[in-house]
């Protein structure tokens, strides 16, 4: 497949790191959004019958922070390992990223139209989101393997060498 073969470690690295550090200020301004909605008593956001609403929302800054960060630690660990890379990295790789947009998107939409207490119907790409994260979680895990290997194989020349 051409297009598993295009996609190399330092490429995808980049991509997480550029991903990464903009989601994070896109999160991070949403927090400080959150904050303004504080200052200034903003009825939508702090009324009790709009709890969801700020529920959703806390979530959507929270996650959407926490997965950038998790995207940046991703494009370092590829740039420090690379070798480590998963084999279905296109696969794994857009499915961090897809990750990256749907879990805080998913939480977000959810508290822009509230049924009462229920959520918006933007929430159903929270466990669609979910499962991307856990695929992603997974092929990285499985690469993480290689680690061990690669450094048995340069380290010792021969078996049984220890330093
Ligand atoms: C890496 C950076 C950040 C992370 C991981 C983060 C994470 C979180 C988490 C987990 C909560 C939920 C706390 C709770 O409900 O107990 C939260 C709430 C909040 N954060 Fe952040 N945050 C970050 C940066 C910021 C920044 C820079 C701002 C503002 C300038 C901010 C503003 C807020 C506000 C206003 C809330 C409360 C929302 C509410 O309850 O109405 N956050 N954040
Ligand atoms: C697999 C996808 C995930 C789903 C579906 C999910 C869902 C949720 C939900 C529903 C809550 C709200 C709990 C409550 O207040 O009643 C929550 C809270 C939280 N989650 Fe996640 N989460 C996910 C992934 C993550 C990841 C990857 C991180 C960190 C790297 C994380 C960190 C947190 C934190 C810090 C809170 C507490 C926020 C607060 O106090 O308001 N979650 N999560």
Known sequence: MPADTALTPAAAARRHL????????????????LEMLHAFKVGLY?????????????LAHAHGAL????????GLYLRVAPEAAPGRL?????????AGVLLPGGFFLG??????????????????AAALLAA?????ARGAA???RATAGKGDSGRGQRR
């Open 67 to 74: 997965l950038a960060v998790i995207n940046i630690l991703c």
């Open 136 to 140: 992603a979680v997974y092929g990285l």
């Open 146 to 148: 290689a680690l061990g």
């Open 18 to 33: 550029r991903f990464g550090w903009w989601s994070l200020l896109a999160f991070l301004t949403l927090g400080f959004t």
């Open 46 to 58: 702090l009324d009790a019958s709009n709890d969801t609403r700020r529920l959703m929302w806390t």
């Open 111 to 128: 508290g822009v139209t509230v049924y009462g207490g229920d959520p918006g119907l933007g929430i159903l790409a929270v466990p669609a």
């Open 90 to 98: 296109p696969a794994v790789s857009a499915s961090l990223l897809a």
